[in-house]
């Protein structure tokens, strides 16, 4: 079974459909933008007297200002996620220093964030490396929630990978919202999202 064949109902296919749109319309729209105030300002620009002696300055400023939205809209992340549903093969923390203020990094300011990435193998055998999500390190912080061989679901522009649940499991977790719910429920009492069939084996 491929990915595209998984038997999601269609509001979640549609959530993660409009997931996909998000971001694209973002960056149309701040591309728009960069070249609407490129038109307006450009006879300006190169006529001020420091920019028509360096006019590569001026052709910088305007590239950066074009590349900008591929930072700001998540159109890169976009392209990277992915809806699958797979089962665990490791689950591996990755420690980082990083600091409150990135401009200026200090003792002080640095802490430690954890990354969990899995290896989740999907239903045509393939394993790939899923970065689930990073988080600030703190005390007793429970990084053993994913263990190998769980049966792991994630759909596409959600910020969870929930652990599908077994047939003794009661609960399970919302893929969209999160929010625990029991499994016998068709809809998430949250965010209203349908809970998929395999959820609870109907
Ligand atoms: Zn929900």
């Avoid at 001020?48 to 006019?55: D, L, M, N, R, S």
């Avoid at 300055?57 to 890169?76: D, E, K, M, T």
């Avoid at 300011?109 to 969990?116: Q, V």
């Avoid at 977790?173 to 499994?183: K, P």
């Amino acid at each position: 079974m491929k990915n595209n064949e998984l038997n999601l109902p269609a509001d979640l296919k549609k959530f993660a459909r409009v997931s996909k749109l998000k971001p694209v319309l973002v960056f149309v729209l701040c591309e728009i933008t960069a070249v609407l105030f490129f038109l307006l300002t450009k006879d300006f620009m190169y006529n001020t007297e420091y920019i028509a002696k360096y006019k590569i300055i001026g052709h910088a400023f305007y590239v950066i200002l074009f590349i900008i939205p591929l930072f700001i809209s998540g159109i890169r992340q976009a392209f990277s996620d992915k809806t699958y549903i797979g089962t665990v093969e490791k689950v591996k923390v990755s420690t980082t220093q990083d600091y409150q203020r990135s401009f200026k990094p200090t003792i002080d300011t640095g802490y430690k964030r954890n990354t969990i990435y899995l290896f989740v193998r999907d239903q045509n055998g393939d394993v790939e490396k899923r970065k689930v999500y990073t988080t600030r390190s703190m005390d007793n912080q429970e990084l053993d929630y994913f263990k190998a061989g769980d049966k792991v679901f994630h759909i596409y522009g959600s910020k969870y990978t929930v652990i599908v649940p077994t047939p003794s499991d009661t609960m399970a977790q919302c893929a969209v919202c999160g929010i625990t719910t029991d499994i016998k429920e068709e809809y998430c009492h949250k965010c209203g999202y349908t809970l998929p069939s395999f959820f609870s084996g109907k």
